[in-house]
């Protein structure tokens, strides 16, 4: 079956994807960090987005 892009499941929208880059790019310039820093976050604390927001914003301090 082909996937139906009009049914739609929101249950990744709590997770940052690294291999997705539009999904790092719009992480990074929506937390003011780069994109491999994004990256690094993923590597070292896993893809949930609320862990990664918290992470970022202790980066920018």
Do not use: C, W
Not at 45 to 60: F, V
Request: neutral net charge; proline residues 2%.
């Amino acid at each position: 079956m082909a996937d139906d892009k009009s049914k739609r499941d929101f249950r990744d929208r709590d997770r940052v994807s690294a291999d997705e880059d539009y999904e790092v790019e719009y992480f990074a310039a929506k937390a003011g960090i780069t994109p491999q820093q994004v990256k690094e976050l993923i590597a070292k604390h896993g893809n949930q987005r609320e862990t990664l927001e918290r992470e970022a914003k202790a980066l920018r301090k």
